[in-house]
């Protein structure tokens, strides 16, 4: 049973336009949202979270936006660079048994195309 | 600032054999995490622990073994390797208690059973 799901494998997109990676979660006990980039051969590196009491969170070129009636979160990446060609991981944390657990969706391929 | 370190970073099993991924961590965080990740699966969460000498199972915990001894490190024992066991690891950490923490992963460990 994933409760994360990021549906996209991978997505293109021309240097300098807007990129757009989502996920759905199932699990309405989770309460912060986080965003990681991983390049090849790389352990995951964090890019920005979001806490279940906001909507909008905003870093830089990076935005991450939820909607918990939807049960979605949207990470939006304006204007996009070749560097930012990665795998993008969502996850998902919530108190379970006792302790914050944090799952992970399988991840989207960007490639920005210069 | 070392952050997570894994060791070691590529690793050839043969079937039936046992072996120890090291992981410490220099952050003083009390939360420690194995997460394995394969194609199309995302991350996973093998084990992990809240401080020392606790420790809980994750998603995927068969054929894992863990310890908590000191708050800096948190080895995972392979007990009797399998091909199935082919992934990479990740170790994470961070500050237990609350939401809103982020985690910090490792470069990861690539493990490979024959």
């Known amino acids: 049973d994933q409760q994360v799901k990021q549906n996209s494998p991978s997505l293109s997109v021309q240097e300098g336009r807007i990129s757009i990676l989502n996920c759905d979660y199932t699990n309405s006990m989770f309460d912060y949202f986080l965003w990681y980039k991983k390049y090849p051969a790389e352990g995951p590196t964090f890019l920005i979270s979001?806490?279940?009491?906001?909507d909008k969170n905003e870093d830089g070129r990076f935005t991450v936006f939820l909607n918990k009636s939807a049960k979605h979160l949207s990470l939006h990446i304006v204007p996009s660079q070749p560097g930012d060609s990665a795998v993008y991981f969502c996850a998902a944390s919530a108190l379970t048994s006792g302790t914050y657990k944090y799952i992970f969706g399988t991840g989207t391929r960007l490639k920005v195309l210069a | 600032n070392a952050g997570v370190t894994q060791t070691p970073k590529f690793q050839v099993l043969k079937t039936g054999q046992s072996m120890t991924l090291q992981c410490a961590q220099d952050m003083n965080h009390e939360y420690m995490s194995w997460y394995r990740q394969d194609p199309g699966m995302g991350l996973r969460l093998i084990h992990y622990s809240v401080g020392a000498g606790i420790t809980d199972q994750g998603e995927v915990p068969n054929g894992y073994n863990v310890s908590r001894s000191t708050t800096e490190d948190f080895p995972l024992r392979l007990l009797s390797a399998a091909p199935s066991q082919t992934s990479v690891y990740f170790c994470?950490?961070?500050?237990?208690?609350?939401?809103?923490?982020?985690?910090?992963f490792g470069e990861g460990s690539w493990l490979t059973v024959v």
């Open positions: 994470a950490s961070s500050f237990f208690g609350g939401s809103g923490n982020t985690i910090y």
């Open positions: 979001i806490s279940s009491i906001k």
